[in-house]
């Protein structure tokens, strides 16, 4: 009997698979049934050789040698996971399997991992895949009944490896010759550099803005009604010249305010969209501080291990057509608590799917991130899976309920021919913002006295005053925004170049955006200030050595408009890879001509244990550690880290230094304690600390020793009738 191999990414995704396929009998790396085995990758098992794979002179690293341009790219097993390579080959080469299900994550990368395992393996059967864009059972089923013909994503695959490759002929290329030019660990790429760039430029706005002064009129009176100035022909409610601002000020005052009109507009407000990956990572950061990184490991748990949530790799914020009938499936598995009400409220108006969240042309490879039709045990996830899965369920019922209605009041008045203006909002009815709970950040509330047309009160003037603000300094999660759409952070840049920009979504992929940020971490050309990201003198010096072009945002955009159109078809896979090995020999050439110099200022007076050359001091994510200067030596030692724990005096994060006894907590303000001492006044205060438990016991003693004498009284009263 001819069988069937079916190659999942992950062991807990094929487990799955292999249970829906009763595929149950235990192998050297595999499941297996009547019909199927079940086997898995380990994310990659096959990847694209190093350089010395082509002539061992690349071992070692040498500026005279570049570009280095293979004809042909090889590929080879990571020998971490080779093992299970060798497994899934020798299942795949079996004489009784006839063909092969590609059920790895439906989407570019995927599709990679399974296809240079076939390659490597030398295998050619026919091909099916399986599409599905969550692991429940149901999926599953619905997905083998509906496999696609392996030959409709062969040109993704090629995409896959164009990028993959181009990827390797700019990296390494460029980065060697940054390294053994300037003597430094250096590294660079077509999307971490230019990442790096526009936070370099933001640095800049902010050190080159020059604030200025703005100047305002208020006007109250009336039950407390506030007016504020504003320009009759633009709308304006500031001036920047104190002179005119203080001659408005004198020209109104005794003059009395009149209002002139008092409208009342009904208004609705509907939810936000629905998460992709991207949005999903700045909510978690903006309300848990949870790294892009952090967030999409925690959705991969939610998506394989708990099956209570949709593929997370998704670049859409809606759904399509074919969704909406299992859409009440889904509200059903929301009924626990504390979704429950909202979950009832929808099942009984029932579900009305329109444009603003179903829409085909919207969707691509995946949907937006939505839950599953199967209920989790919300005891058994942790509080960060907790935390992620609610924003994820109250995003999703917020969108299938009713509006947010409330009625909005603008009052106009006239008080010596100038017009001041209020606006208030009355809640009608809550609407979805009673699910999305602390996600419903739109409209304040914020009434407005009863007033009508003609009414006159003598106001009390009032000049208001304030600075202009600089831009902001990027966190992860505003950094996630600039890399979705960095046409918005450019501008007085060519507009045909920001439209190119616009017009391919950006640097970077919702897959690769989170590893992109930490590689600029661990390369130690950012660091953490606060909770805002910074440029290091490392990262600033190396926006000065690399060319021109590798920093802007264009040449990603150009890059990703030619990879969609090698996934449609378009464009042939070797056409684009000739132009990127062309772009990276120029990249060499231009670093090898340059006449820049590059200088460690943060070399410290300890010598590497290894090789006895001086460390140098950086502050990587989770705290400060020496580094050694040689490459090929790669010694690191951490001196410090940044912990949970608060200082007593002014309640920021401690940061803890040294070894063993000697270990002390430091604060910027100035305070230290050494961990032995922060370890004993903590269980002092454990020691001190009353519990929740306690105090609710203690309440309870004081209501039945309260009620037990009320009923004392009264009882002692009929006694004296």
Same mark, same amino acid.
Request: net charge positive; hydrophobic share 35%.
């Given at each position: 009997?001819?069988?069937?191999?079916?190659?999942?990414?992950?062991?807990?995704?094929?487990?799955?698979?292999?249970?829906?396929?009763?595929?149950?009998?235990?192998?050297?790396?595999?499941?297996?049934?009547?019909?199927?085995?079940?086997?898995?990758?380990?994310?990659?098992?096959?990847?694209?050789?190093?350089?010395?794979?082509?002539?061992?002179?690349?071992?070692?690293?040498?500026?005279?040698?570049?570009?280095?341009?293979?004809?042909?790219?090889?590929?080879?097993?990571?020998?971490?996971?080779?093992?299970?390579?060798?497994?899934?080959?020798?299942?795949?080469?079996?004489?009784?399997?006839?063909?092969?299900?590609?059920?790895?994550?439906?989407?570019?990368?995927?599709?990679?991992?399974?296809?240079?395992?076939?390659?490597?393996?030398?295998? @050619?059967?026919?091909?099916?895949?399986?599409?599905?864009?969550? =692991?429940?059972?149901?999926?599953?089923?619905?997905?083998?009944? @509906?496999?696609?013909?392996?030959?409709?994503?062969?040109?993704?695959?090629?995409?896959?490896?164009?990028?993959?490759?181009?990827?390797?002929?700019?990296?390494?290329?460029?980065?060697?010759?940054?390294?053994?030019?300037?003597?430094?660990?250096?590294?660079?790429?077509?999307?971490?550099?230019?990442?790096?760039?526009?936070?370099?430029?933001? !640095? !800049?706005?902010?050190?080159?803005?020059?604030?200025?002064?703005?100047?305002?009129?208020?006007?109250?009176?009336?039950?407390?009604?506030?007016?504020?100035?504003?320009?009759?022909?633009?709308?304006?409610?500031?001036?920047?010249?104190?002179?005119?601002?203080?001659?408005?000020?004198?020209?109104?005052?005794?003059?009395?305010?009149?209002?002139?009109?008092?409208?009342?507009?009904?208004?609705?407000?509907?939810? /936000?969209?629905?998460?992709?990956?991207?949005?999903?990572?700045?909510?978690?950061?903006?309300?848990? !501080?949870?790294?892009?990184?952090?967030?999409?490991?925690?959705?991969?748990?939610?998506?394989?291990?708990?099956?209570?949530?949709?593929?997370?790799?998704?670049?859409?914020?809606?759904?399509?057509?074919?969704?909406?009938?299992?859409?009440?499936?889904?509200?059903?598995?929301?009924?626990?608590?504390?979704?429950?009400?909202?979950?009832?409220?929808?099942?009984?108006?029932?579900?009305?799917?329109?444009?603003?969240?179903?829409?085909?042309?919207?969707?691509?490879?995946?949907?937006?991130?939505?839950?599953?039709?199967?209920?989790?045990?919300?005891?058994?996830?942790?509080?960060?899976?907790?935390?992620?899965?609610?924003?994820?369920?109250?995003?999703?019922?917020?969108?299938?309920?009713?509006?947010?209605?409330?009625?909005?009041?603008?009052?106009?008045?006239?008080?010596?021919?100038?017009?001041?203006?209020?606006?208030?909002?009355?809640?009608?009815?809550?609407?979805?913002?009673?699910?999305?709970?602390?996600?419903?950040?739109?409209?304040? =509330?914020?009434?407005?006295?009863?007033?009508?047309?003609?009414?006159?009160?003598?106001?009390?003037?009032?000049?208001?005053?304030?600075?202009?603000?600089? /831009?902001?300094?990027?966190?992860?999660?505003?950094?996630?925004?600039?890399?979705?759409?960095?046409?918005?952070?450019?501008?007085?840049? @060519?507009?045909?170049?920001?439209?190119?920009?616009?017009?391919?979504?950006?640097?970077?992929?919702?897959?690769?955006?989170?590893?992109?940020?930490?590689?600029?971490?661990?390369?130690?050309?950012? !660091?953490?200030?606060?909770?805002?990201?910074?440029?290091?003198?490392?990262?600033?010096?190396?926006?000065?050595?690399?060319?021109?072009?590798?920093?802007?945002?264009?040449?990603?955009?150009?890059?990703?408009?030619?990879?969609?159109?090698?996934?449609?078809?378009?464009?042939?896979?070797?056409?684009?890879?000739?132009?990127?090995?062309?772009?990276?020999?120029?990249?060499?050439?231009?670093?090898? @001509?340059?006449?820049?110099?590059?200088?460690?200022?943060?070399?410290?007076?300890?010598?590497?244990?290894?090789?006895?050359?001086?460390?140098?001091?950086?502050?990587?994510?989770?705290?400060?550690?020496?580094?050694?200067?040689?490459?090929?030596?790669?010694?690191?030692?951490?001196?410090?880290?940044?912990?949970?724990?608060?200082? /007593?005096?002014?309640?920021?994060?401690?940061?803890?230094?040294?070894?063993?006894?000697?270990?002390?907590?430091?604060?910027?303000?100035?305070?230290?304690?050494?961990?032995?001492?922060?370890?004993?006044?903590?269980?002092?205060?454990?020691?001190?600390?009353?519990?929740?438990?306690?105090?609710?016991?203690?309440?309870?003693?004081?209501?039945?020793?309260?009620?037990?004498?009320?009923?004392?009284?009264?009882?002692?009263?009929?006694?004296?009738?």
């Amino acid at each position: 009997m001819s069988k069937t191999v079916v190659l999942a990414e992950k062991p807990s995704v094929a487990r799955d698979i292999a249970r829906v396929l009763k595929a149950e009998r235990k192998g050297n790396g595999f499941l297996e049934g009547g019909q199927y085995i079940v086997t898995w990758a380990l994310g990659h098992l096959v990847t694209l050789a190093d350089p010395e794979a082509y002539d061992q002179k690349y071992k070692s690293w040498d500026l005279h040698e570049l570009p280095i341009m293979p004809e042909q790219l090889k590929l080879t097993v990571i020998k971490q996971s080779s093992k299970q390579y060798h497994a899934v080959k020798s299942l795949l080469t079996r004489g009784d399997v006839k063909e092969i299900v590609i059920a790895t994550d439906a989407g570019r990368e995927g599709e990679l991992v399974a296809r240079w395992i076939l390659e490597k393996a030398k295998v @050619n059967k026919p091909l099916k895949r399986l599409w599905i864009s969550s =692991v429940t059972d149901q999926a599953i089923r619905q997905g083998f009944k @509906n496999l696609k013909d392996g030959k409709e994503y062969e040109y993704l695959y090629h995409s896959a490896v164009a990028r993959s490759e181009a990827d390797w002929f700019v990296g390494i290329n460029a980065t060697r010759a940054l390294t053994t030019k300037f003597n430094a660990q250096l590294s660079c790429g077509r999307v971490q550099t230019p990442t790096l760039a526009m936070i370099a430029k933001r !640095e !800049e706005e902010i050190s080159q803005f020059q604030p200025k002064t703005f100047y305002g009129l208020s006007a109250s009176g009336m039950d407390g009604l506030k007016l504020t100035w504003r320009h009759k022909k633009t709308n304006e409610n500031r001036m920047f010249d104190k002179i005119q601002a203080d001659r408005l000020l004198q020209q109104l005052q005794n003059k009395q305010a009149v209002i002139q009109e008092v409208k009342r507009t009904k208004k609705k407000s509907f939810a /936000p969209p629905l998460y992709d990956l991207t949005e999903l990572q700045r909510d978690a950061y903006t309300r848990f !501080e949870y790294s892009a990184k952090q967030t999409l490991s925690i959705m991969q748990k939610l998506y394989e291990q708990h099956k209570a949530v949709t593929y997370p790799r998704t670049d859409s914020r809606y759904l399509s057509s074919d969704m909406v009938s299992t859409l009440q499936d889904r509200v059903k598995a929301c009924e626990v608590k504390p979704y429950a009400p909202y979950a009832a409220a929808i099942l009984r108006k029932g579900i009305k799917a329109g444009k603003s969240f179903v829409d085909d042309a919207k969707v691509s490879d995946h949907h937006a991130i939505i839950p599953t039709e199967e209920t989790p045990l919300l005891s058994s996830l942790t509080s960060q899976e907790r935390n992620i899965y609610d924003l994820i369920v109250r995003r999703f019922l917020a969108v299938l309920s009713d509006p947010y209605e409330y009625e909005q009041t603008s009052i106009l008045a006239d008080i010596g021919g100038e017009e001041f203006a209020a606006k208030g909002n009355r809640v009608l009815t809550m609407g979805w913002k009673e699910a999305a709970g602390k996600d419903s950040d739109t409209e304040s =509330v914020s009434d407005v006295p009863l007033v009508k047309e003609g009414d006159r009160f003598e106001p009390k003037l009032t000049q208001t005053t304030g600075e202009t603000k600089p /831009p902001e300094r990027f966190n992860e999660g505003t950094l996630l925004s600039a890399m979705e759409n960095p046409a918005k952070f450019m501008a007085g840049e @060519n507009k045909e170049l920001i439209k190119t920009i616009g017009e391919t979504g950006g640097l970077g992929t919702v897959a690769t955006r989170a590893d992109i940020i930490e590689k600029l971490f661990s390369s130690f050309v950012i !660091e953490k200030r606060g909770k805002n990201l910074a440029v290091t003198s490392k990262g600033k010096q190396l926006l000065g050595l690399v060319p021109e072009e590798l920093k802007s945002p264009v040449l990603t955009a150009e890059w990703e408009q030619k990879l969609a159109a090698i996934a449609k078809g378009k464009l042939p896979k070797d056409r684009f890879i000739t132009e990127m090995k062309t772009y990276a020999g120029k990249v060499v050439t231009d670093i090898k @001509n340059s006449g820049q110099k590059f200088k460690h200022d943060n070399v410290t007076g300890t010598k590497c244990p290894d090789c006895g050359k001086l460390m140098l001091e950086v502050k990587g994510k989770k705290g400060k550690m020496l580094v050694c200067q040689d490459r090929e030596c790669g010694n690191r030692k951490n001196i410090s880290k940044t912990t949970n724990a608060r200082c /007593p005096k002014c309640h920021k994060r401690l940061e803890l230094r040294g070894e063993g006894e000697g270990q002390m907590f430091m604060c910027v303000c100035g305070h230290r304690e050494k961990l032995s001492a922060f370890n004993e006044r903590k269980q002092k205060e454990k020691n001190h600390k009353v519990s929740k438990k306690e105090v609710a016991n203690y309440m309870k003693k004081q209501d039945d020793e309260f009620s037990n004498n009320a009923l004392a009284d009264a009882l002692a009263k009929l006694k004296l009738k």
